[in-house]
């Protein structure tokens, strides 16, 4: 077989070495013979296959970082151990990925030079394993995270629009290693079987804009206004989350809101815990060793006042930027006790910034007093009922009746036949589409969604006209004076043309130049 022009002998040999893991000169290769098969087109195609397989697993893994942290916080829960699994998961999928796109790089230069496709076993084991474990990886992400379906799909409106591109770019650079296959091989079937499935694909693509739907795709004068922030148990990537530091942390951050979490003590003092058990974010372990595993509402307020609630931030560094602190921030860290609803109270107080919590244990066999005892502490705060948002559903028309001025905010969406108008609503943000919040935004009800950290997610929520959003990352939204995106949607029809157009030039040329 003749090398074809401006591929070198040694460069073709080499690629084969790679490939086959066999040190095959090109003139051994004449010699015996070899041919690619339709079994190592078999294998070419499985390759191909895996390599598209793993690139989408790469899409989700960068979607879901997103939410990663919650998937921290449960594996600490089950097997008391603190890691950034974000980080192993990065790692294994760019082992993955780079690895099936170095072997499908290597094939299409084959196929270019005119070598054979002989894949080693070992890559043909590798290759399964691959397959394997980025199909378990799916199929544990939909068993134990099912939501992250919903926030795929949520993604596209952010990504769909430079997906067509990039797709439709890797589709045209296909079309020369095609060519030469289709010129070289002999079977005529094969050429028109292969001809179709890629002209079917190309017009599929080139129509995909078609059903691409973007909130972003908008004029600029149609922007809603900026999204309200609500500090998610204060600014945890800055500062212990619900510590006094943490909800001052938030203040900086220009949020309005201060979400949190509250728990009331055996002596009825309410404090601020998300967690059931106190090993997370204290030194429980090591002032109360033999009650560590006890509920937090089992303590009362003079042993809890004991408890660091600050150093585990440092150790265990829940977030990247904790790397980042300032030597001062660092000391105060250090400092951080387990503040009582009384403080945080008065402390939103001072920064004039309202407080939303959930109380717990809902569950709670003595709940209705966890309940008086909070809205006791209310009241006497002198906070304005108004800088209050009160999220627990249970003795909430009790609530309503001793504390009218508190502003109830509700975790689920409206009824048909709804007695009492919601006025604010709070949900996860995978639980509400573009248009239910268009259609909630001109009914006059205040929409929060949680938890929303990536910027790509707040500019999708920011172009639909949510009216805030609870975060971990305030720090990086405040600085967000735009959507990352804004077309309108004739300059996005303006580039879909162009590109199709630059597409299809490319593919002719490609089997006009290889003919």
């Known amino acids: 077989m003749a090398d074809p022009p401006g591929c070198c002998r040694p460069c073709a040999t080499c690629l084969l070495c790679l490939y086959s893991c066999q040190w095959i000169t090109a003139k051994k290769e004449k010699r015996k013979g070899l041919r690619t098969t339709k079994c190592d087109c078999s294998w070419f195609l499985f390759l191909f296959c895996v390599f598209l397989f793993t690139l989408v697993w790469l899409y989700f893994a960068i979607i879901i970082l997103n939410d990663f942290h919650n998937f921290n916080e449960f594996i600490f829960k089950q097997r008391k151990l603190w890691l950034d699994w974000s980080l192993v998961l990065l790692i294994a999928t760019a082992v993955l990925i780079t690895y099936s796109a170095v072997l499908l790089v290597l094939a299409l230069c084959l196929q270019l030079c005119g070598q054979p496709l002989k894949l080693h076993w070992l890559h043909k084991t590798l290759l399964i394993l691959t397959a394997l474990v980025v199909a378990a990886a799916f199929a544990g992400l939909g068993i134990k995270w099912a939501e992250e379906w919903r926030s795929a799909r949520i993604s596209l409106q952010a990504t ?36 179709l499935v890629y002209c079917a694909v190309m017009i599929v693509l080139y129509l995909a804009p078609l059903g691409i739907a973007s909130p972003c795709i908008m004029e600029e004068n149609q922007l809603p206004p900026k999204p309200a922030l609500v500090g998610h148990r204060g600014a945890p ?31 009825r003092v309410p404090f601020l815990m998300h967690d059931e058990e106190l090993t997370r974010t204290t030194n429980v372990q090591a002032v109360f060793p033999e009650r560590a595993a006890l509920n937090s509402t089992t303590f009362n307020w003079t042993d809890l006042q004991q408890l660091d609630a600050g150093s585990w931030f440092l150790e265990r560094r829940p977030f990247p930027t904790v790397q980042s602190l300032s030597a001062g921030d660092r000391y105060q860290v250090t400092e951080q006790r387990i503040p009582s609803l009384e403080q945080a109270l008065e402390a939103a107080k001072q920064s004039n910034i309202s407080i939303m919590f959930d109380l717990r244990p809902e569950n709670h066999s003595d709940y209705q007093s966890f309940v008086n005892a909070t809205l006791e502490v209310i009241l006497q705060s002198g906070i304005p009922l108004q800088q209050v948002l009160w999220l627990p559903d249970g003795f909430r ?37 573009s248009e239910e919040i268009r259609q909630y935004r001109q009914d006059n009800i205040s929409v929060n969604l949680y938890v929303v950290n990536q910027p790509w997610l707040f500019s999708v929520l920011w172009c639909s006209g949510v009216s805030s959003v609870t975060t971990n990352a305030c720090q990086v939204l405040k600085e967000m004076k735009h959507p990352i995106w804004l077309l309108p949607s004739s300059t996005y029809l303006m580039i879909w043309i162009v590109v199709d157009c630059a597409s299809f030039l490319a593919i002719l040329w490609a089997f006009l130049l290889l003919k």
């Open 397 to 433: 028309e009790q609530v309503k009746q001793q504390a009218p001025g508190i502003q109830q905010v509700y975790g689920r969406k409206r009824l048909q036949n709804e007695k009492e108008p919601l006025l604010h609503v709070n949900l996860p943000y995978q639980d509400m589409s």
């Open 237 to 267: 990537m800055l500062a212990p989350e619900n510590t006094l530091m943490s909800l001052h942390k938030a203040v900086d951050c220009d949020v309005q809101v201060f979400e949190t979490d509250v728990m009331v003590s055996a002596d």
């Open 160 to 195: 769909g629009p430079f997906l067509h591109i990039g797709i439709v770019g890797g589709m045209t650079l296909l079309a020369w290693p095609l060519a030469t296959f289709i010129y070289r091989t002999r079977s005529t079937g094969l050429k028109v079987f292969l001809l």
